[in-house]
């Protein structure tokens, strides 16, 4: 089946730094990925549409200057956090929509900013 | 898309029929049902979609009214690694790729043995 590599699994960074995610989709062509985030006990929450080749599109109250998106390619999606603070702590995942209808995601990556 | 409504959390008892419910009653026409589920820490997996005949795969059963206003996933013979949050959602399908899936609250699964 379609396969989404996604890549740090987790990772700690201190207050201040970049840090970037990416997502790979293996064996198919991902021309719409998509990035969420999800808080501890809550739902995922959508953050961002990517288009390969064009720009993001962002949810209502996600800023786009700090989560940046690049869709360089059909099999690659990054999410750049830029000048992560604590509050940025979360769980991010990303998802890719397949031609045959349904979405794959990846396995997430937890963010911890100390 | 049309809203979903599912209860916050459900118990079953190990190797008995874990039947999930969920509301979509202001579902159009053209959207089908999607059912994911997500293990603590995992990212969401596939379980089963239809539209509104009733579905069924090696992971589960897709019930549908037949006014298509709520539907029920029946995992058969739920095992402790079914302990999830199960996710209902509805959204148009087939040739609207790209379109983005919003999640809900969903049922969080509690298998006990």
């Known amino acids: 089946g379609a396969v989404v590599s996604q890549h740090p699994s987790r990772v700690i960074c201190k207050s201040g730094t970049s840090v970037k995610i990416e997502c790979r989709s293996l064996?198919?062509?991902?021309?719409?990925m998509f990035w969420y985030r999800q808080f501890p006990k809550q739902s995922l929450m959508l953050m961002a549409t990517?288009?390969?080749?064009?720009?993001?599109?962002?949810e209502q109250g996600v800023e786009k200057d700090k989560f940046l998106i690049n869709h360089a390619s059909l099999t690659l999606s990054t999410l750049t956090v830029t000048s992560a603070h604590p509050e940025d702590s979360s769980f991010y995942i990303c998802?890719?929509?397949?031609?045959?209808?349904?979405?794959?995601f990846g396995s997430g990556t937890r963010l911890t900013v100390v | 898309d049309a809203k979903t409504t599912q209860p916050p959390s459900m118990d079953c008892a190990e190797g008995r029929a874990a039947n999930l419910p969920c509301n979509h009653s202001t579902i159009s026409g053209n959207e089908y049902v999607y059912w994911y589920r997500q293990i603590h820490s995992q990212g969401p997996q596939y379980i089963i979609h239809?539209?509104?005949n009733n579905e069924t795969n090696e992971m589960a059963s897709l019930i549908i009214t037949e006014d298509r206003k709520s539907s029920t996933l029946i995992l058969p013979h739920a095992t402790l690694r079914d302990t999830a949050v199960y996710y209902c959602?509805?959204?148009?399908?087939?040739?609207?790729?790209?379109?983005?899936?919003?999640f809900g609250q969903g049922t969080e699964l509690s298998v006990k043995p």
């Open positions: 998802s890719a929509s397949l031609l045959m209808g349904g979405y794959t």
């Open positions: 239809g539209l509104k």
């Open positions: 959602i509805v959204r148009v399908a087939g040739g609207n790729q790209g379109g983005k899936l919003i």
């Open positions: 990517s288009n390969e080749g064009s720009k993001a599109t962002y």
């Open positions: 064996d198919f062509q991902a021309t719409t």
